[in-house]
């Protein structure tokens, strides 16, 4: 079976909510994480990564958390935009440059 | 926008064609990797180029083959193509050097096989 997966396939919120969006791995040895955005029509777009030496990174309104004792890492998004509204897609280096692992994929809908 | 781009955006084929699909890279990148995404799923893993030789292969059978050019450019080839093989087809470009660089991702051909 697939070693990224989500809890919630869809994550409904309203406009200026904070949104997390959660995913759990399987693979103890995957060193490298990255959070994808993916709006109809386009391809995934880079969000945030983070590298398995660290808990917690921030960047622009979005914090990822990583939790290698129980493998799980989640998407934090602050004061969710209507723009945010895609699907969201966790992702994992099991190992060999630039080969991901993706997830199902979470869809984030926001209301305004 | 990345800078990665494909075409054509969208193809109809039908069961037992081929199929050529193309990716040019964001500059300065020397890597490419294709996916594959279904209808509803993520992303899966076909293979990756890098100096012009496959660097690392998903679980995908030898009718899916590809190319990289000397400008980093890539195509994706599909024989003998089946209904299942209809989906998205994402190409991404990185530039290798240290590891765990990002991927930027293209907009993707959507293949249909009818």
Redesign the interface.
């Known amino acids: 079976g697939?070693s990224?997966g989500l809890h919630l396939p869809t994550l409904s919120v309203q406009e200026g909510d904070n949104s997390i969006i959660n995913c759990a791995y399987s693979n103890s040895a995957s060193?490298?994480f990255?959070w994808?955005k993916q709006e109809s029509?386009?391809?995934?777009?880079?969000i945030i990564?983070i590298?398995s030496n660290m808990d917690k990174r921030q960047g622009q309104r979005v914090t990822v958390l990583l939790n290698k004792t129980v493998k799980h890492l989640s998407l934090q998004i602050a004061a969710t935009q209507p723009g945010d509204s895609a699907v969201y897609?966790c992702?994992e280096?099991m190992g060999?440059?630039?080969?991901?692992?993706?997830?199902?994929?979470t869809m984030l809908l926001v209301s305004p | 926008e990345t800078g990665v781009t494909q075409s054509p955006t969208h193809l109809i084929k039908t069961r037992g064609q081929q199929v050529t699909l193309r990716c040019s890279s964001q500059s300065g990148h020397n890597t490419v990797s294709w996916y594959q995404q279904a209808l509803g799923q993520g992303p899966q893993f076909i293979f990756q180029y890098y100096r012009e030789e496959e660097n690392g292969r998903g679980n995908f059978p030898p009718r899916f083959s590809g190319l990289q050019f000397p400008n980093y450019s890539s195509e994706l080839n599909v024989n003998a193509l089946e209904l299942d093989d209809s989906a998205l087809y994402l190409c991404a470009s990185s530039l290798r050097g240290r590891q765990n660089e990002k991927l930027f991702f293209g907009s993707g051909t959507q293949l249909s096989v009818l």
């Open positions: 697939e990224v060193d490298y990255i994808y029509g386009k391809g995934p777009q880079f990564d590298r897609f992702a280096n060999g440059y630039s080969t991901l692992t993706f997830g199902k994929g």
